[in-house]
């Protein structure tokens, strides 16, 4: 059985303040952080609607797409999530898109298991300021 998780605007959410120890973790050199973190902060959004701006505001989440570094720092963000399901199921990850496998010989098993994956999933996702989209799960 297969588990088709989408993350609603996945690379717009993920904090910085989580990513940046994440680097940390996973052995990135200081210099190699200082360069990330350089690229990620000074950023900054304003939002117009019917010609009305809001303030320019600073963009402390999220990780800039159309970039080949985007979709890295994002798995790099998200790649905690092998940890906690590798030893239930297999994985399957591109970007914002998870797929779950989970096989028994029992019907009910798969079933249960599959359920079981997901809440770990879903506990996972939470804990990273990530949302399921329900629609596309």
């Known amino acids: 059985m297969a588990v088709l998780c989408n993350l609603t605007e996945a690379f717009d959410c993920a904090p910085h303040q989580i990513l940046i120890p994440k680097l940390q ?8 952080i200082s360069l990330i973190t350089s690229y990620l902060s000074g950023r900054e959004q304003i939002v117009e609607f019917n010609n009305v701006k809001s303030s320019l505001l600073p963009i402390e989440h999220g990780v800039p797409q159309g970039s080949v570094l985007g979709p890295i ?3 790099i963000y998200f790649n905690d999530i092998a940890t906690v399901l590798t ?3 297999k994985l399957t990850l591109f ?3 998870t797929t779950i496998s989970v096989s028994d010989t029992d019907p009910l098993g798969v079933y249960d298991k599959s359920k079981q994956a997901l809440n770990r999933a879903k506990f996972l996702f939470d804990l990273n300021k990530l949302a399921l989209n329900g629609n596309k799960t």
């Not at 973790?25 to 190699?32: E, L, Q, R, V």
């Open 25 to 32: 973790y996973y052995k990135f050199d200081d210099k190699s």
């Open 73 to 75: 720092l994002f798995l």
């Open 87 to 89: 030893n239930c199921c």
């Open 95 to 97: 970007a914002d898109d």
